[in-house]
Structure formats: C-alpha cells, structure tokens
C-alpha cells in the first residue's frame, strides 16, 4: 500500500500522491534502463551501432508523467477559456545547446573532452560505442511531472522534424483537427516539413486527478512489488 510506503530514506512519504509520484519516476527510470541495455546488447559494440531517442507520457491519477531521452519533444497545450491555447515544453531537449544538458555534462568528473556537436544527442538508447568514447552521453531519462488541471490538454509527442515551424504551430493544428472531428496526429503530420516525422497526440479532458474515477486510484498501479533502481 502506498499509505505504508517510504522514501530511499526511510521516511514515510508525507501523502499517497507523494508517494506515487516518486514511484512513477522510478519505474519510468528503470524501463529507460531496460531498453538501453537491450539496445546495447542488441548492438554488441559495433562501432556506427543504432542509436535512438525517445518520448514517452504517462497519465495517471497523480500527473501527467514526461519521460524523454534524445531531441524529441513534447509540448502540452491548454485550453484555456475563450478557446485560447497555452503551449508549455514538457520536456527537455538533451544537445550541448541546453544549459541543463552542458552543465549535466560539465559536472562529469575527470572528463575533459570538448562538448558534443550541437547536433549530437547527449542522451539516448543504445549506442555502445559512443558512450564508450564519451562516457557523459547516458540513457537516463529526464522525468518531467505536470500536474492535472480543470482545462482541456493536448499533449503532443514528436520527432524532431516534427518542431520545424517551432513549438506552438504543431499544438495549433492538432486543437484545430480535433475540434473538426480530424486526427490530431494526422493532420500535424501532413502539414509538417522533413522527412521523418512522427506525431502521438493525446486529448485530456479537464478535472482529471480529481479522484472522480476516471483514472484509477493510486494504489491500484502499484498493487504489485515495483522495482526501484539502485544508487
């Protein structure tokens, strides 16, 4: 039960919210954990192996839950009264141009290799051989929580081409095609520039968290032992 449980430090969280949500993010660690050292094995060292990002939204009682390694993005955007929306990045970008990446990469001891290319991702799945060139370039998440509000969501999920016109366009098309009874996803994609572009949107409807049913209650995710990374 979540009532009962407790922090890396033995404390009891101060409520099953509390409680959730540092479990959300350590079960979201460990399955970034997993696909990368399946990658890697997958990839047996070769040199010029894939390498891969990934964004990934979890939905639940307690937030939305942003998981991202690589260039992707997500952007929530709220529908606010009047029709307006409100674009927020719900995710981090992990190159050398973001300062939470190079002071990420700064603060690795006994490394004093120049900064990536701007291009690079600094994180990202599988990819042996450039994590063995530079051991700052890791497979760990970054874990983003946005609390539910009392307004319609869209959560748009993208590859990097996906972002070409910027972060606020993508949002405007997918309200636009749902309040036409279009795909979101569909749309964003047919009117997006590049060649690789790939587009998950989801539509959250307002009042979620509210304990009213509509997501199951915190306990119900966690009725089984979760494994929780070490160190």
Same mark, same amino acid.
């Given at each position: ?13 101060? =409520? ?6 540092? +479990?959300?993010?350590? $079960? ?7 696909? =990368? ?13 894939? *390498? ?9 009682? /307690?937030?939305?839950? !942003? ?8 952007? @929530?955007?709220? #529908?606010?009264?009047?029709?307006? !929306? ?13 300062? /939470? ?6 603060? %690795? ?8 290319? +701007? ?5 990202? +799945? ?10 700052? @370039? ?16 869209? %959560? ?27 795909? &979101?996803?569909?749309?964003?994609? *047919? ?13 959250? &409807?307002?009042?979620?968290? $509210?304990?009213?049913?509509?997501? &199951? &209650?915190?306990?119900? +995710?966690?009725?089984?032992? %979760?494994?929780?990374? #070490?160190?």
């Amino acid at each position: 039960s979540l009532r009962s449980a407790v922090g890396r430090d033995g404390q009891p969280f101060a =409520d099953e919210e509390t409680a959730a949500a540092v +479990l959300w993010v350590d $079960s979201l660690t460990s399955g970034f954990a997993a696909c =990368d050292q399946l990658a890697q094995i997958e990839a047996g060292g070769r040199a010029g192996a894939a *390498a891969c990002g990934a964004v990934m939204c979890v939905v639940v009682e /307690s937030g939305i839950y !942003v998981a991202s390694v690589g260039l992707g993005r997500a952007v @929530i955007g709220t #529908q606010v009264g009047g029709g307006e !929306v409100i674009c927020d990045e719900a995710s981090n970008l992990h190159c050398s141009s973001t300062d /939470s990446e190079v002071e990420r990469m700064r603060a %690795v001891q006994h490394c004093t290799l120049p900064l990536p290319p +701007l291009n690079l991702p600094t994180r990202m +799945l599988g990819g042996p051989a450039l994590k063995q060139a530079d051991p700052r @370039i890791v497979g760990l998440p970054d874990i983003v929580r946005h609390p539910h509000t009392e307004w319609n969501r869209f %959560v748009v999920l993208g590859s990097p081409d996906l972002w070409s016109h910027g972060t606020r366009l993508p949002v405007q098309w997918a309200v636009e095609a749902y309040l036409t009874g279009r795909s &979101p996803a569909d749309e964003i994609v *047919a009117r997006s520039r590049g060649d690789d572009v790939v587009a998950l949107v989801v539509v959250l &409807p307002g009042g979620l968290g $509210s304990g009213d049913g509509r997501l &199951p &209650p915190h306990d119900e +995710l966690f009725s089984s032992p %979760v494994d929780r990374p #070490q160190g």
